[in-house]
């Protein structure tokens, strides 16, 4: 089944750039999408469309694809930053079935 | 305003089944695009898709849990269901239902790109435990 692969965790200071990485064979024809999940909350959309922001994302939030990668990019990242962010994208095979990334740990310190 | 909730038990034994409800309000799930899907959560570990249901029936589940899950949707009461068989103690999580956008839709194909969630409920934990 089609899968995509993320670290497992990155760490930042407070006002560097974290990113976030992505991988999976068919993002080069489909679309990334980014979740943010804090402790005890359900998850929230962050970025879709590859590097669409939702309203009310801040806006060192953005999103990008190149290849078969796709990346988070959180620049001047904020101790309130600090939580597991999960890849999103459709299964190859079609647009209907989706697949969910092993989501990533951010640790803002 | 978009919003869902989950409800069933909490607690299911070993081999039983387990049926959960999400209960939306602020959209149809008969309009054009629109979906609702069933995402879980292991305490400790990776969401995991389950299933999705969309305006026009069509019903796609997870290939490794498809011989265990069934969705359905009541379009007049706003709810779709999720029933799991067989359940294990290895299925205990926090089950989420969510509200599936379509992505932008391509002219030369006449599909939308894909299809993704926007509005979560907030979760209900399931344990299985005898």
């Known amino acids: 089944s089609y899968e995509l692969t993320q670290p497992p965790s990155v760490s930042v200071s407070p006002g560097q750039t974290a990113r976030i990485t992505c991988s999976g064979d068919?993002?080069?024809?489909?679309?990334a999408y980014w979740y943010q999940q804090k402790s005890g909350q359900a998850p929230v959309l962050v970025i879709y469309?590859?590097?669409k922001r939702p309203s009310g994302i801040p806006e060192r939030f953005s999103g990008s694809s190149s290849g078969t990668m796709a990346t988070l990019t959180i620049s001047g990242a904020q101790v309130e930053d600090e939580a597991d962010y999960y890849c999103?994208?459709?299964?190859?095979?079609?647009?209907?079935?989706?697949?969910f990334g092993g989501g990533t740990k951010l640790t803002v310190l | 305003q978009i919003t869902l909730k989950e409800s069933g038990p909490t607690l299911v034994k070993p081999t039983q089944t387990l049926t959960l409800t999400c209960t939306f309000s602020?959209?149809?799930?008969?309009?054009?695009?629109?979906?609702v899907g069933w995402i879980r959560q292991p305490p400790g570990k990776a969401l995991e898709w389950l299933a999705l249901?969309?305006?026009?029936?069509?019903?796609r589940y997870s290939p490794s849990l498809k011989s265990r899950l069934t969705i359905t949707k009541d379009t007049s009461k706003n709810q779709v269901v999720l029933t799991m068989t067989n359940m294990d103690p290895v299925d205990t999580a926090t089950y989420y239902c969510a509200h599936s956008r379509p992505a932008d839709y391509d002219i030369l194909t006449g599909y939308y790109n894909g299809y993704y969630f926007d509005y979560w409920g907030q979760g209900t934990l399931v344990t299985v435990s005898s």
């Open positions: 068919a993002l080069p024809k489909k679309y």
């Open positions: 469309e590859d590097s």
């Open positions: 602020g959209f149809s799930l008969s309009t054009s695009g629109v979906g």
């Open positions: 999103y994208s459709t299964d190859s095979s079609g647009n209907r079935h989706v697949v």
């Open positions: 249901i969309y305006w026009d029936d069509d019903k």
